[in-house]
């Protein structure tokens, strides 16, 4: 039983240390951790904001938002929750760089958001 609560509080602390760090206070925090991210994602995509929805994805994937795309994906995105869409979170490292595997509560696989300058910056665009 011991050896139970040991293993499990390893693996506790040691998954915290993959965390990001706390943002600098003052600093415009929405794309600061994973589950903020979408959710802030989610709120320019409900107001239909393409030009500010372009900003919290990668480079490669900004081109590919456009206003036309936001448009007809809005009815879909204000019928799910934030926790639906966001059920688990499994950090990792790409290239060097700090990634964040989101899944859904149906157990689909949603984006990966690459840390980008402090900023959660999503790969994919999971709203199509």
Known sequence: MLR????????????????????????????????SSIAHQL???????ADQLKACFTPRQQP????ELVASSQQTAT???IDDLVH?????EFEGKKTAKI???NGRTLTTLILTD???LADTIWFK
């Open 4 to 35: 139970r609560q040991f293993l499990f509080l390893s693996a506790f602390v040691g998954g915290l240390s993959l965390l990001p760090s706390t943002p600098v206070r003052g600093e415009n925090t929405p794309l600061a951790d994973p589950k």
């Open 43 to 49: 709120k320019l995509l409900q107001a239909g904001d």
């Open 64 to 67: 590919k938002i456009t206003q």
């Open 79 to 81: 019928q799910m929750p």
């Open 88 to 92: 688990t979170i499994q950090m990792g």
């Open 103 to 105: 899944t859904m509560k």
């Open 118 to 120: 402090g900023k959660w």
